[in-house]
């Protein structure tokens, strides 16, 4: 078992241990899970983690897609194993397959590509303004067995759709960042995008699991170093229906660039 004391850092659990042939060993600490398994942030950025170091490092990571197909359970040895699918002069596509205990759990499709000269040029959208700053809204506080586990280690400030707030809206909006030992800029920012709840848990009035069933992101301005400061993040549903949610969100950096469009389903059990 995993010793209680010893919490790996994110940058920690999400370096796993390399075995050779692009394969990997990873062991889930108990407080970085949601519900009975890993959170499914840090399975997203512990294999954008191995492949980024399969790539020429000016390659940037452009887009991913993930889909979860089991839980990732903790103290539990699991392997990943990263195969570059095809590469050209300026993009390589990859996949990242994570098993345990004899079959597939997770799987992570990235594409990384270099920078090529345009005369197309458009601006992303900014973030949004008037909302309330960071520093005028309390932190979510960890409740052990109410709140995920691996939420402990993340710093989220609601601004709209608080969970189980009966609220009328499927919208759910907040800042959001690490509160420690993240480095790597696009692993940080890919472990973060997993960690709001999915917008329709606002409408209901009494607590109910979620989870993500596959989601995928396009990624740009994605720094080289995880930056100081607080992300923002909005979301919202496009429908729900038959126990699934299809929702979309963005989420921009501290300076206010968009750094991450999604597109998420998520079971809610509800």
């Not at 889930?28 to 499914?40: F, L, M, V």
């Not at 994570?98 to 345009?118: L, M, P």
Request: glycine share 8%.
């Amino acid at each position: 078992m995993t010793n209680a004391t010893a919490i790996p850092s994110f940058e920690q659990i999400t370096s796993w241990k390399p075995l050779g042939d692009q394969r990997y060993e990873g062991l889930i600490h108990p407080e970085w899970t949601q519900g009975r398994g890993a959170y499914g942030g840090i399975l997203a950025a512990s294999a954008v983690r191995a492949m980024k170091a399969a790539v020429a490092p000016e390659r940037e990571l452009r887009h991913i897609d993930v889909r979860f197909m089991g839980a990732v359970l903790p103290d539990e040895p699991a392997v990943m194993s990263v195969t570059l699918e095809r590469e050209s002069k300026r993009i390589s596509h990859l996949r990242a397959v994570i098993a345990q205990s004899g079959g597939n759990a997770c799987a992570v499709g990235a594409t990384f590509a270099t920078a090529r000269e345009s005369k197309v040029t458009i601006e992303a959208p900014t973030r949004p303004e008037g909302i309330p700053s960071p520093e005028a809204i309390r932190d979510m506080p960890y409740i052990k067995g109410v709140v995920p586990a691996a939420i402990q280690h993340m710093d989220m400030r609601w601004t709209s759709g608080l969970p189980f707030s009966g609220s009328g809206e499927a919208v759910c909006e907040g800042w959001c960042t690490f509160r420690n030992g993240v480095e790597d800029g696009a692993v940080g920012i890919v472990g973060l995008l997993d960690a709001f709840p999915p917008p329709v848990l606002p409408m209901l009035k009494r607590p109910a699991p979620a989870s993500s069933v596959t989601w995928s992101a396009q990624l740009a301005h994605l720094p080289e170093r995880f930056p100081e400061g607080y992300f923002f993040y909005r979301s919202r549903a496009v429908d729900s229906r038959d126990g699934y949610v299809r929702m979309r969100a963005e989420m921009w950096l501290p300076d206010g660039r968009l750094c991450a469009s999604t597109e998420q389903l998520m079971a809610v059990y509800a």
